[in-house]
């Protein structure tokens, strides 16, 4: 008779186990799936289909970047994860009740699912180990619920090879699950035959199968690697569908591998009758709890969410988005603040917001490619690049991220931002090249169908909003790129641009983060071209600063209309600073967010050429 | 006439059996294909040259006609050859012609192209070797070298970063299109150079302190005795403004021969000096000459526009390892006003082919560089116009047998490399080229990979990576370095 409370209890914790992953999902790691669905391309092609599915290992990856492309809609990723885990879960209850049909300890088949939500909160692991690891399991339930000795026996040669080809590395853990079964079901066939009995054939037939599937494990993938795929050995038994670095196997493969069967193992030393432990399950949650605390603190890295947020908003281009964002998340690190600058120089507020925000001098303005294999900061680096008008700058970027994914796929972003960098420049047949793949995906065809359109048409593209403007601002005059030297290259943009707002305040930018006051001055008279209403405060700060260096009379005629509010808050600011021996704390109360304050107390290393 | 009766007899013996469409309009114009297959001349040896037409889902039914036999395909935007039907009918063609005859369905009515024709010539060496690498800037993501079977679409790795993560590997070379003999380059933290010779493979350390970088630009002579190199301090710049993208530069070069029995680099002060740049070398087919390229040195990058290569060579005796010690100006940078990269001897010593572009050397990024040709006899020189597009040509290779050549191009779409393969005759003389044969006429489309440094090569390279594994994660055999 079925025990109800059980039954309830593993309906109760089955729904928070799957809402929690789907509400972690949506509401607090969102940005990393977001993330990780522009670096990858998925084409709805037959070839693209071949390709993939010719490794070892293929199939899984193949599903894997097909459900991924779906983290582009916004709820489309936690509920595929959530309905991956959960297959994976209820296939796993029905392997390990073969083992032990105790339904007391049903919380064991929550440790793979539970392991596989874990390492997705971290970008290098894509969603093809969950797929290849669902592979196995499905493998292991067909398998043991094949009936008779022999049969089993074969089913799990071809069940093998099957999933080595489909899901790769997933094989090693279909063949522990393999051995495991045989060898709990060995042990209580022995036991069932009594001690001091001949030991029935029964038991050997098991002992010499899982001997077959070990050698099995073992000789595929010297065979694969010594025959037909030129390939390292780690390559030829894990495949590239597990991590996406190819350098080496993180132990949380190994990990992800060798639980199923250590539950199965558990579960066999479980008592299996009919009672029902009630007080080994409030064990279990709380066990499983901090299971879940302590991996998730592992796993999840919300630095690394926050940055991919900044990214997102400035991918899509939500400067106001990401600025209101800044307000309740300020920049934790150079990358976000490189990209709250950015928002700030798009929305026209640079000059008048960017102290809000703790600056690190060049290296929160711009991010350099640091060749060292690296794609995240050329990704990011190419948007600064591609708004102030390099369009150069930004290609070589974007190209430089592409060609250092991890897994050696394209991303699909990176496709899109060269189809417009190479239709500004005039680059038509390469540009359609992207576009005509893009084309082949599901959610970037509808943009490439309407850019297609632009293509060849002059017209079209100069009217265009953006890249009209991009066409533009470019530079007049050839000169090699570095970011070593942007403040030149920025000279440069506004000598020949002087309408470029972004281009100006990035230089207005420069100086000011450099303490650069003499250029700052020589700098500020230019924006006459920019056509603003008003100097930016930031821009006011440094003028009255370097004012008050030579008279204590503010009141002395400029040549730039300086506001009324910023000389009486300098006249504040200085009197608290040259009068207060201990000026720093109550400034930072007063005015933390000038540039007077910045000059003073930030970044001390940087020189101040006054 | 005579000459077009008989495809004209085979055309109506095809027609009443291949379900070419009894009514149909007559367009008096070539079919617009992809790739343009008119005029142009194959090896007898080539694979099926799948096309696809311009209008990707129209109908199709193509006639291929020989002198004695022939056979219909349809399609539907894109025509798949049958192998066995066209190897067949290159063999019953060889150096005659087979007429392509398209009709499409265009507005619910068949429209019959104007036939053109494809010339069938001796066969090209099986296989060609190149470098698939995305046309980048400095990274790199999945790369290697290949062998492609020109008869069939077979490709095969002979050695890529699959095996060697991350890692980098370029300027593949072989011995007068001998598999057997063959050297390329790694680079990154394994970074060496692969000899691969009568079946052993030896991993070198071609860096001394005489010379300014390891072994680059390589080019072996023709008894297998030594291997010309150049030695470069290379640098890559990125221009900022739309017509240029990067611009690969020496600030400092020289050349060395490296002598594979005594393991030593040898070289002169006439092909090492400080006052100019020298590099691509290459041996004349005798052996007894080292054609290379030289440019007085300037200041870099700074005056990158200005360094023009000429023509050199300079003599050289196998049996001592010496040089001559004269140098001779073949083409003269001052009187063309352009500059001369990868020279390539012809294997009966006949022409020498080589790329001429504005400036500098790596010719490459420069859309202006075209493919020429020296006459060794006579000392003329002219453009292989016959071959050239208005984009890029650059690197270059022979057959075996000095009749066809292959070379990469950027023509396709400005960015990505394509190698092209075209015939040339006693004279000089140069047909319209062809892209190689891919299965599927989309490929080059599709690919976001440059073939580079294609190199003819007479069988299948044996030795690949899987042979090499053992000895390039050895330490490399240090070379050692001479004058003479």
């Known amino acids: 008779m079925p025990d109800n409370k059980l039954k309830y209890s593993e309906l109760i914790f089955t729904g928070i186990f799957m809402s929690g992953i789907f509400i972690f999902f949506t509401f607090f790691y969102s940005s990393h799936l977001h993330f990780e669905e522009q670096v990858r391309l998925f084409l709805l092609t037959g070839d693209y289909f071949i390709s993939t599915v010719r490794y070892p290992g293929g199939f899984a990856g193949y599903t894997g970047d097909f459900l991924t492309q779906f983290w582009h809609l916004p709820v489309a990723g936690p509920v595929i994860i959530t309905s991956l885990l959960f297959a994976m879960q209820q296939l796993f209850r029905r392997v390990l009740v073969k083992i032990n049909p105790n339904g007391s300890f049903f919380i064991l088949s929550f440790l793979p699912s539970l392991n596989c939500a874990m390492i997705l909160c971290d970008e290098f692991y894509p969603v093809s180990a969950v797929t290849g690891m669902l592979v196995a399991i499905l493998s292991a339930l067909i398998y043991t619920g094949v009936k008779g000795t022999g049969r089993r026996f074969i089913s799990g040669i071809v069940l093998l090879f099957v999933t080595y080809f489909l899901a790769g590395g997933s094989f090693i853990p279909l063949m522990m699950m393999m051995v495991v079964h045989e060898t709990v079901k060995a042990v209580k066939s022995r036991r069932a035959t009594g001690k001091g009995s001949k030991e029935p054939v029964e038991v050997t037939m098991r002992f010499w199968q899982s001997l077959v599937y070990i050698l099995i494990v073992i000789l595929i993938p010297l065979g694969v690697k010594g025959f037909l795929i030129m390939e390292p050995l780690n390559l030829a038994y894990i495949s590239e569908f597990y991590y996406d670095l190819r350098t080496g196997v993180p132990v949380a493969v190994p990990v992800l591998f060798a639980l199923p069967a250590v539950a199965m193992i558990i579960m066999a030393f479980l008592p299996s009758g009919e009672k029902v432990y009630h007080r080994s399950l409030y064990f279990q949650y709380i066990l499983f709890a901090a299971i879940v605390f302590a991996g998730f603190r592992q796993w999840t890295n919300f630095g690394a969410e926050r940055t991919m947020r900044y990214d997102y908003l400035v991918r899509n281009e939500r400067w106001d988005d990401l600025i209101e964002y800044a307000e309740k998340k300020p920049p934790r690190n150079n990358l976000s603040l490189a990209m709250l600058n950015l928002a700030l120089a798009k929305t026209g507020r640079m000059g008048d917001m960017m102290f809000r925000y703790p600056q690190s001098g060049t290296a929160g303005l711009f991010i350099p490619f640091t060749r060292e294999r690296e794609y995240v900061a050329p990704m990011l680096g190419n948007e600064i690049l591609f708004h102030l008008g390099l369009v150069n700058a930004s290609q070589e970027y974007t190209f430089e991220s592409m060609e250092t994914i991890p897994d050696y796929n394209k991303g699909a972003r990176h496709l899109k931002r060269l189809a417009e960098t190479n239709l500004i420049n005039g680059n038509y047949e390469v540009s359609r090249k992207y576009i005509n793949i893009l084309k082949k995906t599901m959610f970037y065809s509808k943009w490439a169908r309407q850019t297609e359109m632009y293509l060849g048409n002059e017209e079209m593209i100069n009217n265009h909003p953006a890249w009209g403007a991009m066409r533009k601002m470019q530079p007049e005059d050839d000169f090699f790129f570095r970011i070593e030297n942007i403040e030149a290259v920025l000279n440069m943009l506004v000598r020949d641009n002087p309408q470029n707002k972004v281009a100006f305040q990035y230089l207005m930018g420069f100086y000011l983060v450099n303490k650069d006051l003499r250029n700052v001055m020589n700098t500020v008279p230019k924006m006459n071209a920019l056509g603003l209403d008003r100097i930016p405060s930031s821009w006011e700060e440094a003028i009255m600063y370097v004012v008050g260096l030579s008279t204590t009379n503010l009141e002395v005629t400029l040549p730039f209309k300086v506001s009324r509010e910023t000389k009486e808050r300098m006249k504040a600011y200085a009197q608290i600073y040259t009068t207060n021996p201990n000026a720093k704390p109550v400034l930072a109360g007063k005015f933390p967010d000038t540039y007077w304050y910045y000059l003073h107390f930030k970044n001390p290393d940087l020189k101040n050429s006054n | ?484």
């Open chain 2, 1 to 484: 006439m005579q000459k077009i009766i008989p495809y004209i007899v085979i055309s109506l013996l095809l027609a009443s059996c291949s379900g070419i469409p009894g009514e149909f309009t007559e367009k008096d114009s070539r079919p617009p294909l992809v790739p343009d297959l008119s005029g142009i001349t194959i090896p007898v040896n080539l694979a099926p040259l799948n096309f696809r037409f311009a209008d990707p889902s129209g109908r199709l039914v193509v006639l291929f006609n020989g002198r004695n036999s022939g056979f219909s395909v349809k399609g539907r935007g894109k025509i798949i050859i049958p192998p066995g039907k066209w190897k067949k009918l290159l063999e019953g063609s060889l150096n005659d012609s087979i007429a392509i005859t398209l009709f499409s369905r265009q507005n619910n009515q068949w429209v019959k192209y104007r036939p053109f024709y494809v010339h069938v010539k001796s066969p090209i060496d099986q296989y060609l070797v190149y470098r698939l690498i995305a046309p980048g800037y400095e990274s790199w993501s999945e790369m290697g070298i290949y062998q492609r079977d020109l008869t069939s679409y077979r490709q095969d790795p002979v050695i890529d970063n699959r095996l060697l993560t991350g890692n980098c590997m370029n300027c593949h070379s072989f011995n007068r299109n001998d598999p057997g003999q063959m050297m390329f380059h790694l680079r990154g933290n394994i970074g060496a150079t692969m000899l691969v010779k009568d079946g052993n493979v030896t991993k070198l350390d071609t860096k001394t302190k005489e010379t300014l970088s390891n072994c680059v630009y390589p080019y072996w002579h023709p008894t297998g005795a030594y291997i010309a190199y150049s030695v470069n301090l290379i640098s890559q710049v990125f221009h900022t403004t739309p017509g240029k993208r990067i611009e690969v530069m020496d600030s400092k070069s020289d050349l060395v021969v490296y002598d594979i029995n005594s393991n030593k680099l040898l070289t002169s002060g006439l092909i090492s000096g400080e006052s100019s740049f020298e590099t691509f070398p290459s041996f004349s087919p005798d052996g007894r000459y080292l054609y290379f390229c030289s440019a007085q040195a300037r200041p870099m990058p700074e005056e990158y526009d200005n360094v023009r290569y000429s023509l050199c060579r300079i003599a050289f005796d196998p049996e001592s390892g010496t040089f001559g010690r004269s140098v001779d100006t073949l083409v003269c940078a001052e009187k063309t006003g352009k500059s001369v990269s990868f020279p390539r001897p012809s294997h009966d010593g006949r022409f020498l082919m080589f790329t001429l572009s504005d400036y500098g050397n790596f010719s490459i990024w420069h859309r202006e560089a075209d493919l020429f040709l020296l006459d060794l006899s006579t000392g003329s020189f002219r453009e292989i116009g016959e071959a050239n597009s208005e984009d890029t040509e650059s690197y270059h290779s022979w057959s075996s047998g000095s009749r066809w050549f292959v070379f990469s191009s950027r023509r396709m779409d400005g960015l990505y490399t394509r190698p092209y393969i075209a015939w040339i005759d006693e004279s000089g003389k140069s047909t319209k080229p062809f892209p190689v044969p891919q299965k599927d006429p989309y490929f080059y489309d599709n690919s976001l990979l440059s073939f580079n440094v294609p190199e003819l090569v007479s069988g299948r390279v044996k030795v690949d990576g899987r042979d090499m594994t053992e000895e390039i994660l050895s330490p490399g055999k240090k070379v050692l370095f001479e004058i003479k």
